[in-house]
């Protein structure tokens, strides 16, 4: 019996259309984003959606509500699906990460978290939510960092590197079945 997730991204805050680190920033849905909630519900309204987990961070949570309302669900917010902690970097570009540090993960790990540990986190919260969820279909709405990880560690782009494109509003399906997992389609809203 095949379970699937469907990991959504949140619509588009301020801070995604100025290329910002948002981290754990709790930036809320600008009205692209909005409209981008809108059109995921319109698009998942048919999905027979079981369960919608959510990052807890207002910018998940408000997309993951427009999607679980069509099915009558409540959203499940997870803190294991947070976006990755960014520390005082949060708010800032990536190249001023990289003009410190060389790139992300060459900050401490006392200033941004680090990718194994952020790998780590998010790999076995969907292992648990797909254990929990056993032949249903489940939607999991996060961030872009959390999507490229749960792609690279269930997809056949493993080798894809850091920039799998996760654009506001898109989303991906990843069926496990017997003791398998792919993640077969990458979507982005038209």
């Not at 809320?28 to 961070?57: H, I, N, Q």
């Not at 060459?106 to 969820?133: C, H, K, N």
Request: net charge neutral; with cysteine.
């Amino acid at each position: 019996m095949a379970t699937t997730v469907y990991l959504l991204r949140h619509g588009r805050t301020a801070l995604n259309a100025a290329g910002m680190l948002r981290g754990r920033i709790d930036a809320p849905l600008d009205d692209v984003g909005k409209s981008e909630a809108a059109r995921l519900a319109a698009l998942f309204a048919r999905a027979r959606l079981t369960r919608v987990v959510s990052s807890p961070l207002g910018r998940s949570l408000e997309t993951a509500r427009a999607v679980a309302k069509p099915h009558r669900l409540e959203v499940i917010a997870d803190e294991a699906f947070l976006d990755r902690d960014y520390g005082p970097w949060a708010g800032r570009s990536e190249q001023d990460v990289a003009a410190r540090y060389g790139s992300l993960d060459g900050a401490p790990a006392d200033e941004i978290e680090p990718r194994t540990q952020f790998e780590r986190r998010v790999v076995a919260a969907l292992e648990r939510v797909a254990a929990q969820a056993a032949g249903e279909v489940t939607a999991v709405v996060a961030h872009d960092a959390v999507n490229r990880v749960l792609i690279r560690a269930f997809g056949e782009v493993k080798d894809a590197g850091p920039r799998i494109p996760q654009p506001t509003g898109c989303w991906n399906r990843i069926v496990f079945e017997q003791g398998a997992a792919a993640c077969d389609v990458v979507g982005a809203l038209p």
